[in-house]
């Protein structure tokens, strides 16, 4: 099922949007919000675990497009979110062993949107992001997807690291794409892979790397030391899909 709104904004508005069970990314507060209702939404949202954001009034006037917002607007996903057996379950249904992007503090709505448009271009079987500092399925990310939305899922997990763990658990090798590993076109990737990319400004969380099994590295062959989120990741998907259609070898 698909939400092809963005933005709900309004006291009423966002408490209906609570009340339907809705997937909603975020609570946008204005600035010197105060009133008993607003303070219930919030105490809703953080019950919730849906996170709270409290931006300048200005910025929420150009969030709401010039709705009446009255100081709160929810953000809501253009698509529902996936399961992590969702995402095994479409790499059984194509006999493949499972490949899975792990998106890690990427907040870029346009870099989100590309990884999962080269994700379903290069075969693979389904994206895992957090619930916290990530860019939510929001209708930028829907339109630098392209339409990758409706054939890949996507994952929203609450930790990271324990979703590591589950994915070793399932039998995934977990690789970490970063400075100072291996070469990433001479590394095995034909069996179950989870690549784990992180944000060109943070990187790969201290936590989340501990939790990889190996590192891949990109050579940098100029001045610059890292690629775009969203390069790195075609890079290394199909490098994935080369070995597992036995190309060039």
């Known amino acids: 099922m698909e939400y092809r709104q963005e933005t709900i904004a309004g006291r009423n508005s966002v408490r209906e949007a609570l009340r339907s069970g809705r997937p909603i990314d975020s609570l946008l507060v204005a600035k010197g919000q105060r009133t008993k209702e607003c303070g219930d939404i919030v105490a809703q949202c953080r019950k919730r675990g849906i996170p709270v954001k409290e931006i300048d009034s200005r910025k929420m006037d150009a969030v709401c497009g010039g709705t009446t917002h009255q100081g709160v607007a929810v953000l809501v996903a253009q698509q529902e979110y996936a399961t992590l057996d969702d995402i095994f379950a479409l790499a059984e249904s194509r006999g493949e062993p499972p490949l899975i992007v792990v998106a890690d503090n990427i907040e870029d709505p346009h870099n989100l949107g590309a990884i999962v448009r080269t994700a379903e271009a290069s075969g693979a079987h389904g994206i895992i992001v957090p619930k916290r500092r990530s860019a939510g399925l929001t209708l930028a990310v829907s339109k630098a997807a392209a339409g990758a939305l409706e054939y890949v899922p996507v994952a929203r ?21 970063d400075m100072d590993g291996s070469t ?46 969203s390069v790195a990741a075609g890079i290394l998907l199909y490098e994935v899909a080369r070995q597992r259609l036995n190309l060039g070898q």
């Not at 997990?157 to 794409?177: D, F, M, Q, S």
Request: charge should be positive.
């Open 157 to 177: 997990v609450a930790n990271i690291p324990a979703a590591l763990e589950e994915l070793k658990e399932r039998g995934v090798w977990i690789y970490a794409v």
């Open 184 to 229: 990433w076109c001479e590394t095995d990737l034909k069996g179950p892979v989870a690549l784990v990319l992180g944000s060109e400004g943070k990187g790969i969380g201290r936590l989340v790397k501990e939790k990889c099994d190996f590192v891949l590295s990109l050579p940098m062959r100029g001045k610059i030391s890292s690629l775009n989120v």
